[in-house]
Nanobody, 119 residues
Framework: QVQLVESGGGLVQPGGSLRLSCEAS????????MGWYRQAPGKQRELVAA???????NYADSVKGRFTISRDNAKNTMYLQMNSLKPEDTAVYYC?????????????WGQGTQVTVSS
């Protein structure tokens, strides 16, 4: 069992930057893929970025060129570097990790961290 904890959220001005961290209580090597999701009030939770164990990344079109996802297995931590932030990026951001246990998919979620982009 791996517990994920996000940190790094806060209030920033449009055009500003934040780096979110997702620290695991155990090794993240077991995760085949990890990702960042976000959910704004009244909207569905959406995938922001994902990274596989092999380092392959995918991004939502809305954040391409502005956000960068990375993972550091030695530190058991995943990051989301967010630059050129826009008000529409305001949401609760969640990290997750996917693995297989006995051939069955298992997904772990963090508690979320609030990101607010406002003047």
């Amino acid at each position: 069992q791996v517990q994920l904890v996000e940190s790094g959220g806060g209030l920033v001005q449009p055009g500003g930057s934040l780096r979110l961290s997702c620290e695991a209580s155990g090794s993240i090597f077991s995760f085949r893929a990890m990702g960042w999701y976000r959910q704004a009030p009244g909207k569905q939770r959406e995938l922001v970025a994902a990274i596989t164990n092999g380092g392959i990344t995918n991004y939502a079109d809305s954040v391409k060129g502005r956000f960068t996802i990375s993972r550091d297995n030695a530190k058991n931590t995943m990051y989301l570097q967010m630059n050129s932030l826009k008000p529409e990026d305001t949401a609760v951001y969640y990290c997750n990790g996917g693995s297989t246990v006995g051939g069955v998919l298992k997904v772990d979620w963090g508690q979320g961290t609030q990101v607010t982009v406002s003047s």
